[in-house]
Structure formats: C-alpha cells, structure tokens
C-alpha cells in the first residue's frame, strides 16, 4: 500500500555530509513510524535510525548519535536522514522502511521497504 523511493546517495569523503530522502506514495504516510537501515556488503541490514509518527520521537544506533538526523515533513510524505561527519564505516547501502507500528528498530516490524540508495565514504 505504500511505495518508497529513496534517493541523495553518492561519494562523498570522510567527514562531509550527505541527506538522504525518501518519498512516500499514498495519502496515510502519517500513520506509519519510519525508520533508516543499512547494509554493507557481507554483512546484515543494520537499524541506524527511527521517527515517530508525529516526528515527535527519534531514536538511533549508537555509532550515528550527534552525526545523523532523522526528520519527516508529513504534508510532502517525505522522511530524511541527515548524515554529517561521514566515515568510511558508514558506507553502505541505506534503505527507507515504513511501520504500521510505533517507532522501532526490529527489521521485521517494518511493513515496506525502498530498494535503497548507495553511500560511500572515501578515506
């Protein structure tokens, strides 16, 4: 019932800055927590980021706290993810969710998925 699309991936170098997006279709995206993953390769998808529904909680990974910042500007059903002071770690492929649940970081609580955007971070 919902379609997401994330876009805003690219190469940047260790310690710049990137915002993800990810764009909503449908008209109940303010009923759905969102949440930020990623997946480096050989490794599992990982929970970096979540936001309520109302954009009034926010939860993350302790490796982003004070560098990245989830938000959601719910009239353009749109959640972003910022990223500052990037680090090579961090390169991977990053995926937008939505929850018909509260705010999470289980993967198998999402509902739907986008098919992701690729950050790297060059040393």
């Known amino acids: 019932q919902v379609q997401l699309v994330e876009s805003g991936g690219g190469l940047v170098q260790s310690g710049g800055s990137l915002r993800l997006s990810c764009a909503a279709s449908?008209?109940?995206?303010?009923?759905?927590?969102m949440g930020w993953f990623r997946q480096a390769p050989g490794k599992e998808r990982e929970f970096v980021a979540t936001?309520?529904?109302?954009?009034?909680?926010?939860y993350y990974v302790d490796s982003v706290k004070g560098r990245f910042t989830i938000s959601r500007d719910n009239a353009e059903n749109t959640v972003y993810l910022q990223m500052n002071s990037l680090k090579p770690e961090d390169t991977a492929v990053y995926y937008c969710?939505?929850?018909?649940?509260?705010?999470?970081?289980?993967?198998?609580?999402?509902?739907?998925w986008g098919q992701g955007t690729q950050v790297t971070v060059s040393s």
């Open positions: 936001i309520s529904r109302t954009g009034s909680y926010t």
């Open positions: 449908g008209r109940t995206f303010s009923l759905y927590a």
């Open positions: 969710a939505a929850a018909r649940s509260a705010t999470t970081r289980s993967l198998d609580e999402y509902n739907y």
